[in-house]
């Protein structure tokens, strides 16, 4: 079982720059698609941005296209988020999450909250 902790969640103003880090433990996910998703207080855990287990494809939600990037380093064992031109609607806990299948190509459907390697989360916070 991958056991993930992510990183990098704070405070930030709009229009500012985060980096979200996750880091895998307890075996390498090296061939495991990875993912970020977030949930804001009182709705849905939603799909952020995924990558495959190759790190030659990638999937982003329409809402951060464009400002956010998903890349990976197996070898740290590790998944990045970059997410600059943050918004308030930006403002939610944001989760890693490891496929528990092998070399998948990252696909958002994929993933589910019922299943796959999960995270505790990192509270990100964007103020106006």
């Known amino acids: 079982q991958v056991q993930l902790v992510e990183s990098g969640g704070g405070s930030v103003q709009a229009g500012g720059s985060l980096r979200l880090s996750c880091a895998a433990s307890?075996?390498?996910?090296?061939?495991?698609?990875m993912g970020w998703f977030r949930q804001a207080p009182g709705k849905a855990r939603d799909f952020v941005a995924t990558?495959?287990?190759?790190?030659?494809?990638?999937y982003y939600a329409d809402s951060v296209k464009g400002r956010f990037a998903i890349s990976r380093d197996n070898a740290k064992n590790t998944v990045y988020l970059q997410m600059n031109s943050l918004k308030p609607e930006d403002t939610a806990v944001y989760y890693c999450v490891a496929d528990s299948f092998t070399y998948g190509l990252g696909t958002p459907g994929d993933f589910s909250p019922d299943f796959g390697s999960w995270g505790q989360g990192t509270q990100v916070t964007v103020s106006s």
């Open positions: 307890g075996r390498t996910f090296s061939s495991n698609a």
């Open positions: 990558i495959g287990w190759s790190g030659d494809t990638t």
